[in-house]
T-cell receptor, first 115, second 114 residues
């Protein structure tokens, strides 16, 4: 069935360094890949997303890359700051405007930024 | 606009009981999805409602059900509660419920089953 694998499950980086989280999806029809950030005790919030017709997208310190052939996508955070500490979820979904929304989430990565 | 709201925020129930959770989407959003979040399983999709119709369903037993009202508010019900149902239940709303719509999450209802 549809599946999204996310690695690593935990990640600790020095403040100022970069962090990379990787996800692999199983359904080749997937065409939308959002990333959510969930701070402790708070709700998940969308931080960046990418569609299958784009290979890379950047938003300030955050970037996402997509490799459709290999069916994997990655989140890159540069110049990490303490406020980047959170759990990050990748997700994959398919379908277009008339389709029902069914987003499959990865298992999450707990990112810790060391001062 | 006000964000997605969920009530109650916390619930404690005992095995065998049933529970109803409520979700009010962002004004104008017609799609509401429900997720179960547990430390071991991450975010698991339960079901999605659009215009009072269930359009999609995850792999959960029939004890989990839901509905959506004409004002887009949604409820989910869990009958015959089991210990393993203890989790954070999140709902998310989006404008049209398409696969590329941004989903906005509510704060969640933390359910504890004793």
């Amino acid at each position: 069935g549809e599946n999204v694998e996310q690695h690593p499950s935990t990640l600790s980086v020095q403040e100022g360094d970069s962090a990379v989280i990787k996800c692999t999806y199983s359904d080749s029809a997937s065409n939308y890949f959002p990333w959510y950030k969930q701070e402790l005790g708070k709700r998940p919030q969308l931080i960046i997303d990418i569609r299958s017709n784009v290979g890379e997208k950047k938003d300030q310190r955050i970037a996402v890359t997509l490799n459709k052939t290999a069916k994997h996508f990655s989140l890159h955070i540069t110049e990490t700051q303490p406020e980047d500490s959170a759990v990050y979820f990748c997700a994959a979904s398919k379908g277009k405007y008339s389709s029902a929304s069914k987003i499959i989430f990865g298992s999450g990565t707990r990112l810790s930024i060391r001062p | 606009k006000a964000g997605v709201t969920q009530t109650p925020r916390y619930l404690i129930k005992t095995r065998g009981q049933q529970v109803t959770l409520s979700c009010s989407p962002i004004s104008g959003h017609r799609s509401v999805s429900w997720y179960q979040q547990t430390p071991g399983q991450g975010l698991q999709f339960l079901f999605e409602y659009f215009s009072e119709t269930q359009r999609n369903k995850g792999n959960f037993p029939g004890r989990f059900s839901g509905r959506q009202f004409s004002n887009s508010r949604s409820e989910m019900n869990v009958s015959t509660l089991e210990l393993g149902d203890s989790a954070l239940y999140l709902c998310a709303s989006s404008e049209a419920g398409t696969s590329t719509d941004t989903q906005y999450f509510g704060p969640g209802t933390r359910l504890t089953v004793l």
